[in-house]
Each structure stands twice: as C-alpha cells, then as structure tokens.
C-alpha cells in the first residue's frame, strides 16, 4: 500500500516538458502579464480543449506569435480579441462576449436554474398539501 | 396528461442531444460566410520571384484551396482536385500552408499541379487571415469576392456535386 502511495506521488510530481516558447515575451511586465492573460483566454482551434498557452501546435505558436506581435504594436486587448474572432469565430474566445449569437449561453444557464427552481416550488407545494398517511411514512 | 410534460421534455433532450452528437465540434462555421473574403499577396510556390494573391481571381469563381504536405487529407483529396482541374469547371488557387518549399515541390511534381498558383504561406500569416485551423480546407469565391461556401476535409466528387454545384450554378449564396 505504502509502496503504491509512493508510486502515485511520483507520478503526481511529474511534470511534462512541452516545447512551447514560455521564454519572457515581453521585457515590461505589465504587457507581459497581459500577454499570458490573452494567450490563456484564446482557445486553440486545431486541439480545442487547450488554450493557445498550453497548446505545442503550431497554430497556437502562430497565434501567440501574432498576439506578441499586435502588443507590440501597442494594440488594445479587445482589439486583439476582434482580430481573433473576425478570423475564427466566437469559438475562438472560451469567454465568448455577449452578442446576438451568443446571447443564449448566457441566458440559458439562468433560465435552467430558475426553471428548476420553479419545477421544484411547485413539487414542494403539493407534498405539502398531501395528508401524511401511514403508509407513505413507512416507505420513507 | 399526467406525463405529457416530462414525455415533451425528454423528446426535447433527445433532439438536443442528438444534435450534439452527429455534430462534428471540429467544423466551426466561418465567420467569413457570404462575407468579403480575405486578401493576400506572397511569393509563389513554384516561383518565388513572383508575387501572388487574390488579385489574381478578381472577378472570377474560384476555388481556394488551403494545403500541405504534411496532411494526410490533403493527399486524399489531391487525386479529386486534379480531375476537376481537368474538367476546367472552376480555376483552383492554392495556399500552400505552413510548409517546406521543396517537399512541396516534389508533391505537385509527383502527383500532378491543379492549382493556377500556390501562394507559399511559410510562416502561417495567409492562414491566420483565412482562419485556417486544419487543412485541407476549401473556399467557394464568388466573382464579387464573396465567400460562398467552405468545406473542412478533403473534397470528393460527392461532396463538391451537393456542397458546390448548386452554388456554382446559382452563381451567388443561397441558403
């Protein structure tokens, strides 16, 4: 048992080494922790459950390029983002901004809820309306 | 009536889910659809002196076909792509993505050349104002420049019969 703890902390400690150019991008720390917030934000679209700064595909490598580039360039942060989704879509962003096309996963996880909330209101209600019988108790 | 709601509800699941599952999340729609499409001017493939770019099928029907030689759907496709090149149903324009110009070289040499030109887009930038994000892929453009109809994955007769005659022959978007 002890051995397999051991074991499953080894494996736990290890870390993967990526080819990915984590070198400093920026030498001014307040473009390069914008930077590493973009790169982050940004999904890759070739292997689309990573973003762009866990991604070894080239594809991100060239989008973290061209985000390196357009902050040096002293782009804006939402211009950068408008380059991405002109290009590739909402998709592109994992925080996809309110518009018309997205309005409905913003609304949707509310109206679940209050959905729910109404279901189980209503379900409460008539249990608390039905007499409590012995036999009903008994399977409880 | 007693089970009508949950009846309704679990029907609504099964569309939803029935969607999400023959739903393939790799092909995103364009956002370039019955949109302008890109621009791009670089050096040609086969000769490098020589500038090319979407200039070159102003006022045309074109095909844009976004390829490599490291992808495996490009090679499915190429064999499609010569013989409607040979038809001469429609000029088919080449972005050679993120590649290595001699092995792209030695492709077009060994398997035959369908394109009026492939631009070489080393470094991706081509690709990025496409919004490439796996080749093979394909552009319908129309005469005004407008982008028709994009296809992920390799093309074949069936697919280029149902996805792109119908558009061809309108000669404009209906959807």
Known sequence: MSRLIALLLFFSMATVALAIDTDKAFDDPELQARYEHIIEEVRCLKCQNQSIKDSNAFLAGDLRREIRRMLSEGKSDDEIYDFLVARYGEFALYRPRMSGKTLILWIAPIGLLLAGGLVLVNVLRRRMAMPIDGDAAAEE | ?175
Not at chain 2, 8 to 30: W, Y
Request: net charge negative; charged share 20%.
């Open chain 2, 1 to 175: 009536m007693r089970f009508a709601i949950p009846i309704v509800v679990f029907l609504l699941l099964v569309v939803v889910f029935s969607f999400g599952l023959f739903n393939d999340p790799r092909e995103l729609p364009s956002p370039f659809l019955g949109e302008q499409a890109p621009t791009f001017e670089v050096a040609s493939l086969t000769e490098p002196d020589r500038v090319v770019g979407s200039a070159d099928y102003a006022g045309k029907m074109a095909l844009v076909n976004v390829w490599a030689t490291w992808c495996g759907g490009c090679r499915q496709e190429h064999g499609f792509l010569m013989q409607l090149a040979r038809s001469g149903a429609i000029p088919i324009y080449g972005i050679n993505w993120r590649d290595n110009r001699p092995e792209a070289l030695r492709w077009l040499e060994q398997l035959g050349d369908p394109y009026e030109f492939s631009a070489f887009d080393a470094d991706g930038r081509v690709g990025i104002d496409w919004g490439v994000y796996g080749a093979p892929e394909t552009f319908l453009i129309s005469p005004e420049g407008i982008v028709l109809h994009k296809h992920l994955g390799p093309l074949n007769a069936a697919i280029w019969q149902e996805d792109f005659v119908p558009l061809i022959e309108a000669g404009g978007p209906s959807s």
